[in-house]
């Protein structure tokens, strides 16, 4: 069975700064596809990046990337130029791309708070 | 609708009661998914319906929880007998297939808590 690891359950970081926040996972498969979630206070779960596991090339979203090392089996977000709104918990989420069940396999998450 | 439309929001409940939680996916969105998530945990799957196709249902806790999809839109989560231990959020989400690499889109929940 896969397993997402966040072991870093909050942190902290000045607004206009940069953060980078860890994940590391477990699993057997060589296809797979990894995601970050945010969740503000509103509780709904919003896709922040994807990265599909066969692309060498780290995915990147406008201020938020990924440093995607697929032999480590980790996945870390990183977010620059840190906003009041970037505050949420952030959760790194893995997914099969084999198979007939594509659910997603969460981390505990991390808490992060932006300083003004 | 245009989003994942969960209700209610909140549910305070007595120990020992029946609930019953509500899930609208977007319109046509063919596999929906229940997670739970416990506080200071991450997302936990509960169960996952595609289309006709017999629902997978590997995550229910204990046969307390059931949950049905109606005519391939709405699904009920239905908790029976509840337990303090089921106090959590519960998060529903849609995906337009199993195999959109775009995740899903899921709704805001609903916190049940059991008193």
């Known amino acids: 069975a896969q397993t997402v690891t966040q072991s870093q359950p909050e942190m902290s970081v000045q607004e206009a700064e940069t953060v980078t926040l860890s994940c590391t996972y477990d699993?057997?498969?060589?296809?797979?596809?990894l995601f970050w979630y945010k969740q503000p206070p509103s509780r709904q779960m919003i896709l922040v990046i994807r990265?599909?596991?066969?692309?060498?090339q780290n995915a990147t979203e406008n201020r938020f990337s990924v440093n995607f090392q697929k032999a480590a089996k980790s996945f870390s977000l990183k977010i620059s130029d840190s906003q009041l709104g970037d505050a949420a918990m952030y959760f790194c989420?893995?997914?099969?791309?084999?198979?007939?069940?594509?659910?997603?396999?969460f981390g505990k998450g991390i808490t992060l708070s932006v300083r003004p | 609708g245009a989003g994942v439309s969960q209700s209610p929001s909140n549910k305070v409940t007595e120990k020992g009661k029946d609930v019953e939680l509500r899930c609208d996916p977007i319109s046509g969105h063919t596999a929906l998914y229940w997670y739970r998530q416990s506080l200071g945990q991450g997302l936990e799957f509960l169960i996952y319906f595609q289309g006709n196709s017999a629902p997978d249902k590997s995550g229910l806790p204990s046969d307390r929880f059931s949950a049905e999809r109606t005519g391939g839109s709405v699904s009920t989560l239905t908790i029976q007998r509840t337990q303090q231990e089921d106090s959590a959020v519960y998060l529903c989400a849609s995906s337009t297939w199993t195999r959109d690499i775009y995740g899903y889109t899921f709704g805001s929940g609903t916190r049940l808590t059991v008193v």
């Open positions: 989420a893995y997914r099969s791309a084999t198979g007939a069940n594509s659910k997603l396999t």
């Open positions: 990265q599909e596991a066969y692309k060498q």
């Open positions: 699993t057997s498969e060589s296809d797979y596809y």
